[in-house]
C-alpha cells in the first residue's frame, strides 16, 4: 500500500524555499530599478547593469576576482586530484586520519581560516595582495576538489585496472586509458565548485588581501557600508547566476553517464 506525505510537509517545504529565496528574488528585482532609492520602484531599466562595465573600480575587482579563481582553481584541482589518488591504495587508519585533516577547512569557520592564514603570512612578513588570496583560496579548495574525486573513486571499480594490467598495460597506460576517464567528470566537478568557492569567497579573502588586490566581494562589502544601491544589486545578480549555473554544471556533469549513480557535488 502506498503511503502518501502529509499535506503539512508540503507547506512547510514551500514555506521553507520561500523564506530562502524570496531576499534573493528582491535583489534580482530591485537590480532592475530605474531609482537609486533601494525600496523606491520608479520603472524597469537595465541601466545599472551597462554602468558595471563602465566603473573602473569594477573592472579591477573582476579581473583580481577572475586570476584568483583561475590560478587557485587550477593548482587546487591538480593537488586535490593527486591526493586523493594517493589515498585511494592507503590503509584505514591512514585514509581515516588523512581525510579529517583535509575535512578541516570544509568544516571550521571562515573567520578562523582567514585569521590564521593572516597569522601565518604574517609570521614569515608575506606581504599582502594577490598572491596571498590565491594562497588562501587553494587552501580551502583542495579539500572540496579531494572530496569529489574521491567519491568518483569510491564508485570505481578496481576490476578494470587489474584487467589493463593483465594485458600488459604500464601503470601511466592504465592511469591514462582506463583510471583518468572514469574519474575525469570528477575532477571537472571539482574544479568547477573550487572556481564557484574562489569566486564567492569573501571572508578568507577579507582578511589576507592588500592594496590593489580587492576582489567582487569585498568591493560589494565595502559598496554596501555607503548604503545599497541597484549598482550593487546587478553585480550581485550576476554573481548569483553565474555561482548557480557552474553549481548545477558540476552537478550534470559529476552525474553524467549511464548508469551512473546520482551523486551531490557538495562534501556535506
Known amino acids: 500500500m502506498k503511503s502518501k506525505n502529509h499535506p503539512l510537509l508540503g507547506i512547510h517545504s514551500l514555506l521553507m524555499m520561500i523564506f530562502i529565496y524570496i531576499p534573493i528574488i528582491i535583489i534580482i528585482v530591485y537590480s532592475f530599478n530605474s531609482s537609486r532609492l533601494a525600496a523606491d520602484w520608479s520603472g524597469f531599466t537595465f541601466d545599472w547593469y551597462l554602468s558595471l562595465f563602465e566603473n ?14 583561475v590560478v587557485s582553481t587550477v593548482v587546487s584541482t591538480l593537488l586535490g586530484t593527486m591526493s586523493a589518488l594517493a589515498m585511494r591504495k592507503t590503509t ?5 586520519g588523512m581525510g579529517g585533516l583535509l ?12 585569521l590564521s592564514l593572516l597569522m601565518l603570512f604574517s609570521q614569515f612578513h608575506i606581504p599582502l595582495g594577490r598572491l596571498t588570496i590565491i594562497i588562501a583560496h587553494i587552501t580551502f579548495s583542495i579539500s572540496y576538489v579531494h572530496v569529489v574525486v574521491s567519491t568518483r573513486l569510491t564508485g570505481m571499480k578496481d576490476g578494470l ?5 593483465d594485458l600488459g598495460a ?5 592511469f591514462r586509458f582506463v583510471t583518468m576517464p572514469q574519474i575525469l567528470p570528477g575532477i571537472i566537478s571539482g574544479a568547477i565548485i573550487a572556481f564557484t568557492m574562489s569566486l564567492d569567497d569573501f571572508m578568507v579573502s577579507f582578511f589576507v588581501s592588500g592594496p590593489n588586490s580587492t576582489t567582487l566581494p ?17 553585480l550581485c545578480t550576476i554573481l548569483i547566476i553565474v555561482s548557480v549555473t557552474l553549481i548545477l554544471l558540476a552537478q550534470f556533469i559529476l552525474n553524467k553517464g549511464k548508469g551512473q549513480k546520482k551523486q551531490s557535488v557538495l562534501p556535506f
Open 170 to 174: 604500464g601503470a601511466w597506460q592504465t
Open 92 to 96: 584505514k587508519k591512514i585514509k581515516a
Open 218 to 234: 569585498i568591493y560589494i562589502y565595502g559598496q554596501v557600508k555607503r548604503g545599497i544601491s541597484p549598482e550593487i544589486n546587478a
Open 161 to 165: 585496472e587489474e584487467a589493463a594490467q
Open 103 to 114: 575535512y578541516l577547512p570544509i568544516i571550521i569557520p571562515d573567520i578562523i581560516m582567514g
Open 56 to 69: 573602473s573600480y569594477v573592472m579591477e575587482a573582476l579581473t583580481n576576482t577572475l586570476i584568483v579563481a
